[in-house]
């Protein structure tokens, strides 16, 4: 599968971002999706995940109540809504898929080894 990101941009904090990830091929329910983050000088960690036929979700503490992974099944679209931003937010965002599949996905979803295939990235700057 083949991932393409975009939507990314500069806000001021407590503005809004909607981030798109168009994955290609047929078979865009067979893979769990994700959005990782990376900041300058900083690991690459996990945003929000979705897994591939219940479309359970999940997401790191620090951007819960405050984003929101969804996936539109017949567009092959994977989006993340991001509200109340904050400057701490800044950062490439990617999307990623895998088709693994695992015993907890709380846990499996949130690791960035589970995932094969990644999109290019998009910026978001806040600014504060």
């Known amino acids: 599968v083949q991932l393409q990101a975009s939507g990314g941009g500069r806000v001021q904090a407590g503005n809004s971002l909607r981030l798109s990830c168009a994955a290609s091929?047929?078979?865009?329910?067979?893979?769990?999706m994700g959005w990782f983050r990376q900041a300058p000088g900083k690991e690459r960690e996990f945003v929000a995940g979705s897994t591939r036929n219940s479309g359970n979700t999940f997401y790191a503490d620090s951007v819960k109540g405050r984003f929101t992974i969804s996936r539109d099944y017949a567009k092959n679209w994977v989006v993340l809504q991001m509200d109340s931003l904050k400057p701490e937010d800044t950062a490439v965002y990617y999307c990623?898929?895998?088709?693994?599949?695992?015993?907890?996905?709380?846990?499996?979803?949130?690791?960035?080894?589970?995932?094969?295939?990644w999109g290019q990235g998009t910026q978001v700057t806040v600014s504060s």
């Open positions: 990623a898929a895998t088709s693994k599949s695992f015993t907890s996905p709380g846990l499996g979803l949130k690791a960035r080894e589970s995932y094969d295939y």
């Open positions: 091929g047929r078979t865009f329910s067979s893979y769990h």
